[in-house]
């Protein structure tokens, strides 16, 4: 056994136990990318309810918004792929170019354009800090 109660141990082939490896800080990211994928179909669901509240929604309109949105969900299979940023910036010129039909549609885009940028950032961020060694969970 371990002398740290934190850090798990696992038996190795030879019978002695070894640590269990560190935690991959990309792991929660790719859950956190999921969720936004999630987050964002229901926010471009519920935009084509506030539109159709004050106006009327085509057939085409409506058909438009539920194709984005299973686009946005069936996204999230793609969360650990290394073309993960191509996929995120073609959807939202998608959402964006979308603002012809639906001005509600560029709005979402825009906002969530930000956070996605926001998040790639963060993540940037977090693949410097593994290399330099000065994450919380290297030390």
């Not at 696992?10 to 002695?16: L, M, N």
């Not at 969720?35 to 509240?53: D, S």
């Not at 793609?78 to 959402?95: E, G, P, S």
């Amino acid at each position: 056994m371990t002398d740290d109660p934190t850090t798990p141990a696992t038996p190795g082939g030879d019978g002695v136990e070894q640590p269990a490896p560190p935690p991959d800080p990309m792991k929660g990211f790719r859950g956190v990318c999921s969720a936004m994928f999630i987050l964002e179909a229901i926010v471009v669901l519920l935009a084509l309810l506030v539109v159709a509240k004050d106006d009327d929604i085509t057939t085409t309109q409506g058909w438009l918004v539920g194709l984005i949105a299973l686009a946005l969900v069936l996204s999230c299979a793609l969360v650990a792929r290394r073309w993960l940023h191509w996929v995120v910036i073609a959807l939202h010129a998608l959402l964006i170019a979308c603002g012809w039909f639906l001005p509600a549609l560029a709005v979402v885009g825009i906002l969530f354009a930000l956070v996605w940028a926001w998040m790639f950032w963060a993540r940037n961020d977090v693949r410097k800090r593994m290399e330099e060694g000065r994450l919380t969970s290297q030390q």
